[in-house]
């Protein structure tokens, strides 16, 4: 097992264009988490998954946003007619077990994403 | 929208040196845990510390949390060049699914 993995690492789009990136996690953990990075501040949660399910989504999704996991797997975070100020690090995690959401979560190495 | 603060913001020391960064918060919690990352790059899980637990050990890292005052200290001892990082508190509240809530974090830098 070597880890949680994202897709692409980094991806520079123009104003306007839609991005999609992949996250996918340690085998067999049932919850993945999404985070969003900005220069300088700590990462902020957008939205989870148990299994295939979406069970919170933050205010900080706007409609733009969208994100499936499909069969529980791999996950992908869409973000439609981007923005300037959607330029950030997007941080995938997962975790697993019984009441999996106190045990620690595994972070992949993140989608710098710049729009210009 | 963060819940935790980290103080200091920034610290400078010299290898071998203690360093010690605090973290407050507002919520309950189920546990508390530290992360490490390095410049640009993904988070690295420390040591998680549960709310019924008052400090931990693991190997240079020591935790210690006060319920009470909200509050949690990373201590690492002996501090080698290759500390240098930003280090995160982050929050797990109790019956919210187990989502992170960071700090701001704290950026270290250990001079050789």
């Known amino acids: 097992d070597t880890g949680v993995s994202q897709d692409p690492r980094h991806k520079i789009t123009k104003r306007g264009q839609n991005v999609t990136f992949r996250c996918d996690p340690i085998s067999e953990h049932n919850r993945l988490y999404w985070y969003r990075q900005t220069l300088g501040q700590g990462p902020e949660f957008l939205t989870y998954f148990q299994n295939e399910a979406q069970l919170e989504k933050s205010r900080l999704l706007s409609d733009r946003f969208s994100a499936e996991r499909p069969k529980g797997s791999f996950s992908t975070l869409e973000i439609q007619r981007t923005e300037q100020g959607d330029s950030a690090m997007y941080l995938c995690?997962?975790?697993?077990?019984?009441?999996?959401?106190?045990?620690?979560?595994?972070f992949g190495p993140g989608t710098r994403l710049t729009v210009l | 929208s963060q819940q935790g603060e980290e103080d200091p913001q920034a610290l400078s020391i010299q290898e071998g040196e203690n360093a010690t960064m605090n973290c407050s918060y507002k919520t309950s919690i189920n546990n508390l845990q530290w992360y490490r990352q390095n410049s640009g790059r993904g988070l690295v899980h420390l040591i998680l510390?549960?709310?019924?637990?008052r400090e931990k050990h693991s190997g240079r890292l020591r935790v210690t949390l006060d319920t009470s005052k909200k509050s949690s200290s990373l201590l690492i001892t002996a501090s080698r060049a290759a500390d240098t990082a930003s280090y995160f508190c982050a929050t797990v509240a109790t019956w919210e699914g187990g989502k992170l809530i960071f700090g701001q974090g704290t950026e270290l830098s250990v001079k050789p």
């Open positions: 995690a997962s975790s697993q077990g019984w009441l999996a959401e106190y045990n620690e979560q595994f």
């Open positions: 510390i549960r709310s019924n637990e």
